[in-house]
């Protein structure tokens, strides 16, 4: 395989976690450091791609080359996503997304007022970026293919093959435990409809590599 394997290809990559706010100064949020989707925005501009990144909140510099779009909240997230994902060949969802946020932002402070009663927060669902892209006709057709990436807690292989046909993705890469939040090595799992294959532990950006190669020999040769 040639090293510049992606050329002629665009990708699209979610990173980092979303914020929810639940008033001005204060919000529920994922544990994520986006570092494993910056590594594989890196590696995809690498083999050659076009690259977009689209990160929630996250302490990273922008990998050269790459164009990078920042977002807070979850909803944000998947509008941008769907507007740039239609010039898209590749969408990799790497990013920790928030599954709920608070029904109602209040757009004060809430203030404590001394009477030790406890604000009550409602929530409701937010869009699933990856399920719905991996369901537009772009993906259905095979003129976009979608990577998704998972984070469990116990019995990883069974969670992870259920997600990959529940979000209705060809791939879907497992992140072996412990969890590796901020860390600069992970090791992953891989499982398609075939069955599964793992990259044992290595840093992030090894990894990256690995998986967009993985990735190139399963999309059509562009360049
Ligand atoms: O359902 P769960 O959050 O475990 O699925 C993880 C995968 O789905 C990741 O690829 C994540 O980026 C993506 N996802 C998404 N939008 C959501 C929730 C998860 O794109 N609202």
Request: a neutral charge; hydrophobic letters at 45%; glycine letters at 8%.
């Amino acid at each position: 395989l040639s090293p510049k394997k992606l050329v002629g290809h665009h990708v699209l990559v979610t990173a980092g976690p979303t914020f929810e706010a639940i008033d001005p100064v204060r919000g529920i949020t994922n544990l994520s450091s986006g570092k494993m989707g910056f590594a594989i925005a890196r590696a995809a501009r690498d083999a050659g791609a076009r690259v977009t990144l689209i990160a929630g909140p996250v302490h990273l510099q922008t990998p050269r080359g790459v164009q990078r779009v920042d977002v807070q909240s979850a909803q944000q997230m998947f509008d941008v996503a769907t507007a740039l994902v239609t010039e898209a060949s590749i969408f990799i969802a790497t990013a920790a997304v928030a599954d709920w946020r608070p029904a109602q932002a209040s757009e004060q402070k809430i203030k404590k007022d001394g009477s030790g009663e406890v604000p009550a927060l409602t929530f409701v669902e937010n869009p699933d970026i990856l399920a719905s892209i991996a369901h537009s006709r772009a993906a259905e057709s095979g003129a976009l293919f979608c990577v998704g990436f998972a984070a469990e807690s116990e019995n990883l292989l069974a969670h992870a093959s259920a997600k990959r046909k529940r979000k209705g993705v060809p791939l879907l890469v497992g992140n072996i435990g412990p969890a590796t939040f901020g860390q600069d090595d992970n090791a992953l799992v891989l499982i398609d409809a075939e069955g599964h294959r793992e990259m044992a532990r290595a840093s992030k950006q090894v990894l990256a590599d690995e998986l967009i190669a993985d990735i190139a020999r399963r999309v059509p040769v562009k360049g």
